[in-house]
């Protein structure tokens, strides 16, 4: 094949494709609201989102675990991030949602106030989380900025580390 | 090279088998030396075992069987008699055939493992002069093991080297060798014919021998079954009762049961559905129809359950055959006399439960052997046999299994037993005080526990009896030692049939519903609340002659007290081992199959809790663990029976008429628009609700105070009567007006009304002024909002 073949074929795909360039540059998520804030969460963590459900209740656990709930045959634990991020609790309405994340084995449901939209963020437009809360155990992971917002970007998997 | 691994398979499933039945048929020779049917066994398995090890070039096995077969081929001609020194060589070999077997399994080869002195030894008894080549894995030892064979078998002028024979040599020396043996056997049978004995028919021919035997290697394998086939010829007795049997991955089988839970789940769905539609239509004809199929598929699951449970059912015989090994070597060790009594061996278990429960069985077992039965001398001076009986049994004892290992040996002292746990400090003397000597016998299950004076090899250590009961528990099961003193120690094994699925009690508690796994249930009673008195800040109440401590599930899993206590309770009296406890709850729902199912890693650990089950409605419902129910109990101070907070004072201060707040209940929309009219002029707030659970739910929301109710009796889902009892059943509500708005005016409805707890009864059709009336009556309206 001529190289001149090659210069062709790959810019047709170049073509095809225009945003593979960037890809890897882009950075996925899903939006929500608790409280006042915009938090995000990596799409990738996310299993499903689903409308509220009945829960029940476990004992001896933090507030913010709601309880257990069924969701097609599995029980899975339900956390409530209003309560986990010290904020009062609200009675749930028609926005609210369950977050259900999944990494490696682990998998739980994540009550949040409602949703706001998927987001593309560029990697250049994270920034890393204020040095007050950046330790090892923070559940920040660093903060989007997109446009007028700023976007808190959690660690699904430090959100699904049982801390109690 | 596949090829090979399936045939090492075949072999290495075959060579335990094989094995295992050896052990336990020497074990037996032992005591009759003079079996002779029992000897050809047990030179068979070790036999075969030989011919395909050498045929799959596993030369340390062979060298290592060939060794045991001339010792065991001396001693079915009789040249040898086989005493404890003969057997212990005999076992320590078969012993070394395991590890080597072991090591073959994980390895596909058979070094690593020096048997030399152990054949040494087998040399020596055999007769020989203790002085055997020894064999490299490596090393093809072929031509030894032949030789040796041969001159074991006096047929010392075959001593030739086949392996420079060419193919036809051999072929023709196998010939020669095969009608030799023909004659030989052809003699046999005569003599036995003559003696009047039945004869299997003739051994195969000599082409079929050769044809049925691995093609070249091993001649040694091939000059053998000659040797047996008088009296071994094919395992008559044998191909009667062989199964028919497939291997199945476990994995396959967890899967499979798996599934069948969730099937078990949906059929309780099922079935609550059906119940719903069989309330709702009332009377239908398809009704019936949808009956009869709900009942074949509930029926039916739970027929496959029990087919599925039962494939993952393995005969506890499994682990009982090692221990007739165990007393054996025990005995020897210790110098006293056991026998093993074992009966049950057939009893079925699931296999993860017979996988756990062979370590706490040889726990016990050494226990009573090293503890338990005493020294020969030490027994006839206590006037008993001079050998001792441990007897193990197992058997099915309704939805378990119980397995009690007995002895006849010095039993246990409470006494002993507390003085060593005070001075180890496990409990205090006021606890042994109060210890009854059940409890007492219980001790020697905590960590830390050991009554030998002095720590032998066998037991003593401190470890053992407490693993015990921690793998006893794993499987749900529980330990129950009863003991005379002088006359010995029963210990009992409860264990649940399988793990995955139980059946269960369902307790209900103010809103919440729990399962206990029923196999903990002893009774339940109903009492009524002044039957339960206090002791040193402990609930109790009698229970026929006994007394026993009660606590309130509430106090455990921290329920809220929404709902005011009734007059009445119901204990549900647990039992583990010899504690019992009551545990009060509200209602009793019913008993139910459930699968249990985890929590998973992140609710770990939650004390109390042994899991979670998905009931029929589709809401998850905890299991009660109730070993760790039973610790908690103790920590618990006065159960709060009679202490249900009293309804708070909800009545705020009003300022302004729309404070007040009034629920309209009709599913009418007319209506509810009619009372809207009438009440709109006093300016007070008023929801609305469709029917009795929408305006439950509104109340359980809690968004408002209600000042009152105005409650239609006629109503879809939920009528007037259920509503205004199931708003009793609240505390806080207990004094909620509660106003009938109905068209029924018979007397029977207006005592009904009364009884449901409502106060006031307005018949339809009403004056808006009427309506008005009462309604500020009942909500103490101020009279200066009125304008």
Known sequence: ???????????????????????????????????????????????????????????????????????????????????????????????????????????????????TMALRIKKQNIG????????????????????????????????????? | MDEFQEILQDFLVESFE???????????????????????????????????????????????????????????????????????????????????????RDTSSDAGIDVAACVIRLDKVSGGDGDVPKVESTSAPAEEASTEEISVEENAEEELDYDNMSDEDVEAEIQKLLAERQEEDKAKRAAKIAAGESVPDAPPSPDEVVKDT???????????????????????????????????????LDHLMNLIGELVLAKNRLIKINDDVEERYEGEEFLEELNQVVSIVSLVTTDLQIAVMKTRMLPIGKVFNKFPRMIRDLTRELNKKIELEISGEDTELDKSIVEEIGDPLVHIIRNSCDHGIETPDIRVAAGKEEGGIISLKAYNEGN????????????????????????????????????????????????????????????????????????????????????????????????????????????GVQEETYAIPLASVLETVRISIDEVYTVEGKSVMRLREDVLSLVHISDIFEVERIMSSKEYAYVVVLGLGTQKIGLIVDTLVGQEEIVIKSLGDYLKGIEGVAGATIRGDGGVTLIVDVVALMDMAKNVKVSAINSASN???????????????????????????????????????????????????????GDHNFDAM????EMPRMDGYTLAIEIKKYSRYKNLPLIAVTSRTGKSDRMRGVESGMIEYITKPYSPDYLSSVVQRNVNFKSEFLS
């Open chain 2, 214 to 252: 691995p093609a070249p290697p091993p001649v040694a394998k091939k000059a053998k079954p000659k040797n047996e086939t008088p009296k071994a010829a094919p395992p008559v007795k044998k191909t009667a009762t062989v199964e028919q049997t497939i291997r199945v991955d476990v994995k396959r």
């Open chain 1, 1 to 115: 094949m001529s190289d001149k073949l090659k210069e062709i074929i790959n810019k047709q795909s170049d073509q095809q494709n225009p945003d593979v360039t960037n890809l890897d540059d882009i950075v996925q998520l899903v939006g929500f609201i608790i409280g006042d804030e915009e938090y995000a969460i990596p799409i990738l963590a996310i299993q499903e989102i689903i409308k509220p459900f009945p829960w029940t209740r476990v004992p001896q656990v933090p507030a913010y675990v709601k309880g257990v709930f069924n969701m097609r045959g599995s029980v899975i634990p339900l956390i409530d991030l209003r309560l986990k991020f010290g904020l009062n609790e609200q009675k749930h309405n028609d926005e609210t949602r369950f977050i259900v994340m999944k990494v490696g084995d682990e998998v739980a449901g994540f009550v949040i106030d409602r949703l």
């Open chain 1, 128 to 164: 890393p989380a204020p040095d007050t809360v950046n330790t090892e155990d923070s559940l920040i992971d660093g903060v989007g900025k997109e446009e007028d917002r700023i976007i808190t970007i959690l660690k699904a998997d430090k959100l699904l580390k049982r801390d109690f």
């Open chain 2, 710 to 713: 105005l409650i239609d009796i």
């Open chain 2, 400 to 507: 378990q299994i119980v397995i009690q290992i007995d002895d006849d040996g010095k039993g246990l002292d409470a006494d002993i037993l507390k003085d060593k746990a005070i001075e180890k400090g496990l409990i205090s003397e006021k606890e042994a005080d109060n210890m009854s000597d059940k409890e007492a016998f219980l001790l020697i299950m905590r960590p830390g526990f050991s009554t030998a004076a002095a720590v032998t090899n066998v037991s003593g250590r401190g470890v053992g009896m407490d693993v015990v009961k921690t793998n006893i528990e794993k499987v749900n099961g529980i330990v129950d030692i009863e003991s005379e003193l002088g006359k010995g120690t029963s210990l009992k094994l409860k264990i649940p049939l399988t793990l995955a699925i139980i059946q269960a009690l369902l307790v």
């Open chain 2, 647 to 701: 309804a708070e004072a909800v009545s705020t201060e009003k300022t302004k008429a729309s404070d007040y707040i009034v629920m309209i209940v009709d599913d009418s929309k007319t209506d509810r628009t009619i009372m809207t009219k009438a009440l709109k002029p006093l300016g007070i707030t008023l929801v609305e609700a469709g029917d009795g659970q929408e305006a439950l739910s509104l109340l359980k929301q």
């Open chain 2, 18 to 104: 094989l094995v295992e039945q050896l052990d336990q048929d020497l074990i037996e020779l032992e005591s009759t030396p003079e079996d002779l049917e029992l000897l050809n066994g047990i030179f068979r398995v070790a036999h075969t075992v030989k011919g395909a090890s050498s045929f799959l070039n596993f030369d340390v096995l062979t060298h290592l069987t060939h060794h045991m077969e001339n010792v065991l081929n001396k001693a079915r001609h009789g040249e040898l008699v086989i005493t404890p020194d003969i057997m212990d060589v005999v076992l320590e070999s078969i012993d070394l055939m395991k590890a080597l077997l072991n090591t073959i």
